[in-house]
């Protein structure tokens, strides 16, 4: 099992900077504000040789008890209880305030060895803050700066002492490359839950996980980072990506806000499903359907999840009218699972996590080149292509070159000329025939070569 450490610390000292520093990546949001980082979150951490689980925490602050400073302390409180290390980080340019001097007596009674960190710590001022955390009683101070990677030469001496030495792990693969079927159905499944404000994408995700791991609140915009977690469900295994909410970008207005949808978006092109919330009173509005969009153009798996169903009065024939309602606003993506749930109830979840399978095998899903070549001779004959100029547009043959998702290239004549009515034509009919609900369909035109090309034509 991984070393752990926890980087804990009062708002703003630069927990987050020197997480991302650390992984090696952009992941946690940066920015002057205090408290951006509100759910912890984790990453793995490489430091030279040192290969350790790194956990950035909301920031050390007092608040209200059920107040949402109040919850964000309980998850801080949650990852010292699961490290096996402390990292407590100061403000070197600020040097000691009460609040540092409070939680340093925190950070002492959770009983587990403390690397004393004294970030910002470049220039003559950092240097006077960084001498002045010797008062706090944790040892010796590490001078560094996350920001400009100073120091870390010194952050590994002082780790070393407590990371134990471990083997290299494999690499998760991040990218769309090629894999079989069989290993689709043994990897986990990246999962992201995306949606606008206040659908309800962090309750769901606490109920999958059995506890309050993630920050919820009545008000919108709770959740900034893009958290991710582990989930086992009847033996699967899931990576599942809590995001900020997408609102219209004319809305966005606060910086921080803007760094939450761009890393909403990174969490997109990094899954594999995309799990789209909608607020079961408020359903296909306007942004929700930009958003189904976006899934669909990045060439992700989708499944449609209309949450706070327990808020709705049952009718009959509910479900078959949002399948209807459905296929009518989202006809890029017709026969995408729908699934009504309630994430504070628990309705709907054994569908759900059914959908997103069944959407991740249709996704890496290569069909049988033989059923393929007979399906494209009769949608030709069923449906000639039609003619351009008075010319007529000849199509050769199909050939499927990837999954992730279902990507064909079609031989023919004057690619340009190929209308885009045929082409979704030909991708509704490669839907129905091989049974594709949902899952976007890349089809690439590409002219075969002209055997004659290099004759030229002899003078008259």
């Known amino acids: 099992m991984s070393f752990t450490i926890a980087i804990i610390g009062r708002p703003n000292v630069g927990k987050s900077t020197l997480f991302n520093r650390l992984v090696g990546q952009k992941l946690a949001l940066v920015d002057d504000e205090p408290g951006v980082t509100r759910d912890r979150r984790e990453g793995q951490a490489k430091l030279y040789d040192l290969d350790f689980t ?84 944790l040892g010796d101070p590490v001078q560094i700066s996350a920001e400009h990677g100073e120091g870390m030469g010194d952050l590994h001496e002082a780790l070393s002492a407590l ?22 159905a043994q990897r986990p499944i990246r999962v992201a839950i995306v949606g606008r404000p206040n659908a309800g994408k962090s309750t769901l995700i ?32 899931f990576r599942v990506f809590d995001t900020a909410g997408l609102r219209r970008r004319s809305r966005i207005e606060e910086k921080l806000e803007k760094l939450s949808v761009a890393d909403a978006l ?17 359903k296909f509005e306007e942004q929700d359907l930009r958003i189904a969009d976006l899934v669909e153009r990045e060439g992700r798996a989708i499944v449609l999840a209309v ?13 078959s009218q949002l399948r209807i309602d459905a296929d009518h606003w989202l006809p890029q993506v017709k026969g995408a699972p729908i699934v009504a749930v309630s994430g504070l109830m628990g309705e709907g979840i054994d ?31 069923a449906n000639p292509p039609p003619a351009v100029s008075g010319r007529r547009l000849k199509l050769n043959y199909i050939t499927q070159v990837k999954a992730r998702p279902p990507s064909f290239v079609l031989f023919c004549s004057r690619a340009d000329a190929i ?13 129905e ?19 004659f090309a290099h004759k030229r034509k002899r003078p008259s």
């Open 54 to 137: 790194i956990i950035d925490t909301a920031g050390l602050d007092e608040g209200a008890k059920g107040s949402l400073t109040a919850r964000m302390q309980e998850q801080t409180e949650t990852a010292i209880e699961l490290a096996d290390a402390l990292m407590f980080v100061i403000d070197a340019r600020v040097g000691l305030t009460p609040t540092d001097r409070a939680f340093a007596d925190f950070a002492r009674k959770a009983n587990k060895p403390v690397v004393l960190v004294a970030n910002k710590a470049e220039g003559k001022h950092g240097e006077i803050g960084a001498m002045e955390s010797y008062a706090l009683g």
């Open 163 to 184: 990371v134990p030495e471990t083997s290299e792990q494999d690499d998760e693969v991040e990218d769309d490359e090629d894999i079989s079927e069989e290993e689709a």
């Open 206 to 237: 606490n109920h999958l996980l059995g506890e309050e791991r993630l920050l919820t609140s009545p008000e919108a915009g709770t959740t900034r980072d893009s958290i991710a977690v582990e989930i086992t469900w009847q033996g699967r295994q």
């Open 266 to 282: 990174r969490a997109v092109r990094f899954a594999e499903v995309v799990v789209m919330m909608m607020d079961a009173q408020n």
């Open 307 to 319: 949450n706070k169903w327990d808020l709705v009065e049952r009718k009959p024939n509910q479900i």
């Open 351 to 381: 569908r759900l996590m059914t959908a997103i399978q069944e959407a991740y095998a249709v996704w890496n899903r290569r069909l049988p080149t033989s059923a393929l070549n007979r399906w494209f001779e009769q949608a030709i004959q």
């Open 419 to 431: 209308p885009r009515s045929y082409l979704r034509y030909l991708i509704n009919s490669l839907r």
């Open 433 to 451: 025939t091989f049974d594709l609900p949902g899952t976007p369909i890349r089809i690439t035109l590409r002219e075969k070569a002209n055997p």
